[in-house]
């Protein structure tokens, strides 16, 4: 997937902001520095893709803040390698160093030294025209999609490699003798009775099987997503347990207090995290998380009555995301088993309550409108999904 803003990264490109905004950013803005890319991969920062020329050393004039930077190896073929990238905070006047392994075809794990550092600031104009500037054209766009996640949230959520792939990365476990054995004791008591009794094919699959690695996923390269709690209390009664699970409030409540330390619009800063692993990063488990804090929120019944500012900022959180989901997505992924049309039905039945904040029910109806008038989806009726089924009870 790329953005709308993709060309040929060189120290010639012009920014199109102002240049008293450019004057500002030269002397606050942030660097990054990242050599020896090979020309042709693919860069880049925030909602901004390029594909990286011969003078490319990096990026400057980088707004201090929340960053994603993400990067694709390309082959002499055009063939494109998966996308990996990382979320850093730029710190006012920072310079973050990378550099490449050609081996690796990724970022060196190498720590830069206090020395190089120190040369690396006093050659700042030198290197100057080696560097693309941030465009910024794009920044408030970015800021909208990103505006709850915190430096504390990333350090909790990124993986220990501190990089996030859109393939999961795995590896083989040691194999021994002695494992081989055991595993192929557990295949010939799992094999099938028929199959035992025809056997020489079925012994030479099963033996050849056992000699497969045991793959595991690669220690330290998972996103560590927030557990969602159960949606009751141990101990509940069947009644109980029944309202619990029509009303998400309680599960809602949990997770803010053990994973967000009742910081609530935290929630919503790992919702913003999910969506641009998935949307930049190209992670399709990010999606399926988003999806399940979607819809824990939307039927969190009695939570829009008691945390109103939970779900005013959510509505805008998701009225920037919605708006930035290319339309192919909408039709392949987005609006399959109409999942989105179907949550939003009941956040909005939730919000129209006669108890719930005026100001955030006006909010609620503006973005239901909006969504009716864009995406021609319509909330006036049920969905299929909460219909009453039918069955027949004539016999044939």
């Known amino acids: 997937m790329k953005t709308d803003h993709e060309t040929n990264v060189n120290a010639e490109d012009s920014s199109l902001m102002n240049q008293e905004t450019a004057q500002i950013l030269f002397q606050e803005g942030a660097m990054l520095l990242f050599f020896d890319v090979p020309p042709g991969t693919e860069f880049g920062i925030g909602y901004n893709c390029w594909e990286v020329g011969p003078k490319f050393k990096g990026v400057k004039m980088i707004p201090p803040g929340v960053h994603f930077i993400y990067y694709s190896a390309k082959s002499k073929l055009g063939d494109v390698a998966p996308r990996t990238g990382f979320f850093y905070e730029f710190k006012q006047k920072e310079i973050l160093v990378k550099k490449w392994d050609k081996q690796l075809e990724d970022i060196k794990m190498e720590s830069i030294s206090l020395e190089e550092m120190e040369r690396y600031e006093l050659n700042k104009e030198e290197l100057d025209r080696f560097l693309a500037p ?175 500012e939970l779900f005013k900022q959510l509505i805008s959180v998701l009225y920037f995301q919605l708006k930035e989901i290319p339309e192919d997505f909408f039709v392949d992924i987005v609006s399959q088993n109409n999942f989105l049309t179907v949550t939003l039905h009941e956040l909005f039945c939730n919000l129209e309550m006669a108890d719930v904040d005026p100001q955030l029910q006006n909010r609620a109806l503006k973005f239901k409108k909006h969504l009716t008038e864009t995406f021609q989806w319509d909330f006036s009726s049920e969905p299929k999904d909460f219909e009453p089924v039918i069955v027949s009870t004539e016999i044939d």
């Open 134 to 308: 941030y465009p910024y054209e794009n920044y408030k766009k970015w800021v909208s999609l990103t505006d709850h996640i915190t430096k504390s949230l990333i350090c909790s959520l990124q993986p220990e490699n501190e990089k996030i792939s859109s393939v999961t990365s795995f590896e083989s476990e040691c194999s021994t003798s002695k494992s081989r054995a055991a595993t192929r004791a557990k295949m010939s008591q799992d094999q099938p009775q028929m199959c035992r009794n025809v056997d020489d094919a079925c012994s030479s699959m099963f033996e050849a099987e056992s000699h497969l690695p045991n793959l595991k996923v690669s220690p330290g390269t998972m996103i560590h997503y927030s557990a969602i709690p159960k949606k009751y209390p141990t101990g509940a009664t069947p009644s109980q347990i029944t309202a619990y699970c029509l009303d998400s409030s309680y599960a809602l409540e949990t997770m803010i207090t053990s994973c967000y330390n009742n910081k609530p619009l935290l929630l919503l800063g790992e919702l913003q995290f999910s969506f641009v692993c998935f949307l930049l990063g190209q992670v399709y488990d990010a999606f399926e998380h988003w999806k399940k804090l979607v819809h824990l929120l939307s039927t969190s019944t009695q939570a829009v009555k008691t945390n109103k």
